[in-house]
């Protein structure tokens, strides 16, 4: 099994511009879960989807985030506009029902300069 | 609100001794997982929980549950440098999202 896939690992970019971050779950999995991780706040949840629908986006700090999921094998997480605030590792884990063990993919390490 | 907090924060230890972190949750969960984070790496599960006084092992590491007192501890037995990381809890919350600590990072000298 390839695990949770993220692309791209790295992402530089300035102020004002999109970010479409992209994971591919597990097959077979019907949970995704997108996270942010900074040394200030720590691990943060933004979005959830269970069988592809969001069941809870309150982690999603503003309406500049945007997720969607419009299959079973993918997702995205888009920041528009981007800004440096928004600096941080973006992780994706799947798990194969929600109240299940959570696996992550590699992350994405996101700059906004 | 579910709350789940690790002791301590940051731990640094020399080879071959024994440590113990803590993590304790503030309201009832079915299940306790714990995970690994290399630096600059993603987390990686390593238990899951799911009854009172469960206990699992792997190597070095033994992690416990007592649900009653609402406390995971895992125990670091004659530890080594590779096991260097930050250790995350995480316990059920409300709609099934994981509820997290803060992680514990753990430098383990030679």
């Known amino acids: 099994d390839a695990g949770v896939i993220q692309s791209p690992r790295h992402e530089v970019t300035e102020m004002g511009q999109e970010v479409t971050l992209r994971c591919k779950p597990i097959s077979g999995h019907n949970s995704l879960f997108w996270y942010r991780q900074t040394m200030m706040r720590g691990l943060e949840l933004l979005i959830y989807f269970n069988n592809n629908v969001p069941i809870d986006d309150s982690g999603m700090p503003e309406d500049r985030f945007s997720a969607k999921m419009p299959n079973a094998s993918f997702s995205t997480l888009k920041i528009q506009p981007s800004e440096p605030r928004d600096s941080a590792v973006y992780f994706c884990?799947?798990?194969?029902?929600?109240?299940?063990?959570?696996?992550f993919g590699p992350g994405t390490r996101l700059t906004v300069l | 609100e579910l709350k789940v907090e690790q002791n301590p924060l940051f731990l640094s230890m020399q080879e071959g001794k024994n440590y113990t972190i803590y993590c304790n949750y503030s309201t009832t969960s079915d299940r306790l997982y714990w995970y690994r984070q290399d630096p600059g790496k993603s987390l990686e599960s390593l238990f899951v929980l799911l009854s009172n006084g469960a206990v699992k092992q792997e190597g070095r590491l033994m992690a416990s549950l007592d649900t009653k007192a609402r406390l995971s501890t895992l125990h670091i037995t004659a530890a080594v440098h590779d096991l260097s990381a930050t250790y995350f809890c995480?316990?059920?919350?409300?709609?099934?999202?994981?509820?997290w600590g803060a992680g514990t990072k753990l430098i383990i000298k030679p």
């Open positions: 884990a799947s798990s194969f029902v929600a109240a299940d063990t959570q696996y």
């Open positions: 995480a316990v059920d919350g409300s709609n099934y999202q994981l509820i």
